[in-house]
């Protein structure tokens, strides 16, 4: 077994910020993220894969496939966005990189056999660092065991 | 406990597959197919594993596990064409799986006992893109 890990970057905002609790104590919880303007950063991930080596091609995956799948179903819909504003997910979810996070996994799972080959890759894990000292990995949906 | 070490080069390959056409090679591998070659910046973190030893602290004497890698490995790849001058590399196409792979069988006989148990071979061959490697079968 080898994994195999590629890092991609995005840009957007967000606002912690839920409706289910008071203003006062959104502000007690989310500090600064509580800020009714938003504010951004640069997003950081690492998509890893594991699986086995094709003897054919000498590798685990083609990074051109997973590039694309990475494209099209994160950069395009995340970068240079508002995630509360502009991603369905956070219209109510609070996106907060751990949420971020696992919705970049489940979007990536959903997606994936129909890019890759079976008994190929099998997504593994992802970390996104919302700034160099926050890191977030998830390598199972959240609520699933 | 775990401990890496990390080390550097830089080295050009090509990746083709004598096994596939000329065109199944550049859709396969893109860029990487060009029969020029072309350079990367690699990065080899071995990570190996065990107890500090309770006189010196250490679980291993890291000057002497960068010493065995620069031996084994770096004066071996640094500044070469892989694929002309870094065998098995003129058979076997040098992605970064392949490379990860063969510098786990380039360490792991020398590793003896001193320097604790090979956990993970990490080689990076931009910052981008890396593999880890675990000895296991392929």
Same mark, same amino acid.
């Given at each position: 077994?080898?994994?195999?890990?590629?890092?991609?970057?995005?840009?957007?905002?967000?606002?912690?910020?839920?409706?289910?609790?008071?203003?006062?104590?959104? $502000?007690?919880?989310?500090?600064?993220?509580?800020? %009714? &303007?938003? !504010?951004?950063?640069?997003? /950081?991930?690492?998509?890893?894969? *594991?699986?086995?080596?094709?003897?054919?091609?000498?590798?685990?995956?083609?990074?051109?496939?997973?590039? $694309?799948?990475?494209?099209?179903?994160?950069?395009? %819909? &995340?970068? !240079?966005?508002?995630?509360? /504003?502009?991603?369905?997910?956070? *219209?109510?979810?609070?996106?907060?990189?751990?949420?971020?996070?696992?919705?970049?996994?489940?979007?990536?799972?959903?997606?994936?056999?129909?890019?890759?080959?079976?008994?190929?890759?099998?997504?593994?894990?992802?970390?996104?660092?919302?700034?160099?000292?926050?890191i977030f990995e998830v390598s199972e949906l959240h609520g699933q065991a | 406990m775990l401990i890496t070490k990390r080390v550097e080069f830089s080295a050009s390959h090509v990746c083709?597959?004598p096994l596939l056409s000329d065109r199944e090679n550049e859709e396969l591998y893109g860029l990487a197919a060009n029969p020029h070659g072309h350079g990367h910046n690699y990065a080899?973190?071995?990570?190996?594993?065990?107890?500090?030893?309770?006189?010196?602290?250490?679980?291993?004497?890291?000057k002497k596990l960068k010493d065995l890698i620069n031996r084994q490995v770096v004066e071996l790849y640094d500044h070469r064409f892989l694929n002309y001058e870094v065998p098995p590399?003129?058979?076997?196409?040098?992605?970064?799986?392949?490379?990860?792979?063969?510098?786990?069988?380039?360490?792991?006989?020398?590793?003896?006992?001193?320097?604790?148990?090979?956990?993970?071979?990490?080689?990076?061959?931009?910052?981008?893109?890396?593999?880890?490697?675990?000895?296991?079968?392929?």
């Amino acid at each position: 077994m080898i994994r195999v890990t590629r890092r991609y970057r995005f840009s957007a905002s967000h606002r912690l910020h839920t409706a289910a609790l008071s203003d006062e104590v959104n $502000r007690e919880i989310f500090g600064k993220c509580d800020n %009714p &303007f938003g !504010h951004g950063h640069n997003y /950081e991930i690492a998509v890893s894969a *594991r699986g086995p080596l094709d003897p054919l091609s000498g590798r685990v995956l083609n990074p051109a496939v997973l590039d $694309r799948l990475v494209e099209l179903q994160v950069l395009r %819909p &995340f970068d !240079h966005r508002n995630l509360n /504003e502009e991603i369905p997910e956070f *219209r109510d979810d609070v996106p907060t990189t751990e949420n971020l996070a696992s919705e970049i996994f489940r979007r990536l799972q959903l997606n994936w056999k129909a890019a890759f080959p079976e008994n190929g890759p099998e997504l593994e894990k992802i970390s996104i660092a919302e700034t160099p000292r926050n890191i977030f990995e998830v390598s199972e949906l959240h609520g699933q065991a | 406990m775990l401990i890496t070490k990390r080390v550097e080069f830089s080295a050009s390959h090509v990746c083709r597959s004598p096994l596939l056409s000329d065109r199944e090679n550049e859709e396969l591998y893109g860029l990487a197919a060009n029969p020029h070659g072309h350079g990367h910046n690699y990065a080899i973190e071995v990570t190996v594993e065990g107890n500090p030893d309770p006189v010196t602290g250490m679980v291993v004497d890291l000057k002497k596990l960068k010493d065995l890698i620069n031996r084994q490995v770096v004066e071996l790849y640094d500044h070469r064409f892989l694929n002309y001058e870094v065998p098995p590399f003129d058979r076997v196409v040098p992605t970064a799986e392949n490379v990860a792979i063969d510098v786990w069988r380039r360490l792991a006989p020398h590793l003896t006992k001193e320097y604790g148990r090979l956990h993970a071979v990490r080689v990076f061959e931009t910052p981008d893109l890396y593999v880890d490697y675990f000895g296991d079968a392929v």
